[in-house]
């Protein structure tokens, strides 16, 4: 059974701070890492991906750095705000037959004001 | 342009009793892929429709089915619902796997309490 590993389950933040999540997985057999952000009673939205021939992608105030050795990737959210209050879930996508997502277990964020 | 969507958004059933859930993809994609979330997890692949056929299956037992339309709309059916069963039930649609796969576009779920 393909796993991806996250941490951490949860994580406090003041306004302001770096929240930092991270992901390692266990299979090489996948092109595409996404990080999700879910809010309670919702849906998981797209926040930002990359693909394992980048070691980095910024888009905003979120940061992926991914290290395709470790098999590693992890998301950084700079100048953290009470918004970013989610739980957030890395995924990663087989390149076998139907591109289906592994998701890791995911981090509950809480930005505190 | 409408995402996903899925329908209901919440549902209680009784144990032993059947469910279909029902999700219309994101506006030019032709594939869908359904989810189950427990509370407190990450959501687990269930199986995946294109060219209205089951492509592939996680770890569900044969009570859970599915069928795909014309349209590229999906439902997902549940028989012989358990306690277990209870979770978020989750859409994604996407473009098929011919184009090489693309971003994945979630709905915002069914909620399915069994009583």
């Known amino acids: 059974q393909q796993q991806v590993k996250q941490s951490p389950q949860s994580l406090i933040v003041q306004k302001g701070g770096i929240s930092i999540i991270n992901c390692a997985y266990e299979?090489?057999?996948?092109?595409?890492f996404p990080w999700y952000q879910q809010f309670p009673g919702k849906g998981p939205a797209l926040l930002i991906a990359i693909r394992p021939d980048v070691s980095e992608k910024k888009e905003g105030r979120f940061t992926i750095s991914f290290n395709k050795s470790a098999k590693q990737f992890s998301l950084h959210i700079m100048d953290s705000q009470p918004g970013d209050s989610a739980t957030y879930f890395c995924?990663?996508?087989?390149?076998?037959?139907?591109?289906?997502?592994?998701f890791g277990t995911g981090t509950r964020l809480k930005v505190l004001a | 342009d409408a995402g996903v969507t899925q329908s209901p958004t919440h549902l209680i059933k009784t144990r032993g009793q059947q469910v279909t859930l029902r999700c219309s993809p994101k506006?030019?994609?032709?594939?869908v892929s359904w989810y189950q979330q427990a509370l407190g997890q990450g959501p687990q692949f269930i199986f995946q429709y294109y060219e209205e056929e089951e492509r592939q299956r996680g770890n569900f037992p044969d009570r859970f089915s599915g069928h795909q339309f014309p349209n590229y709309s999906s439902e997902l059916n549940v028989n012989a619902l358990l306690l277990g069963d209870s979770a978020l039930y989750l859409c994604a649609s996407s473009l098929g796997p011919g184009t090489g796969g693309t971003e994945a576009f979630f709905g915002q779920g069914t909620r399915l309490t069994v009583v």
């Open positions: 995924a990663t996508r087989s390149t076998s037959g139907t591109y289906k997502y592994i």
């Open positions: 299979n090489t057999a996948f092109d595409y």
């Open positions: 506006s030019g994609h032709d594939t």
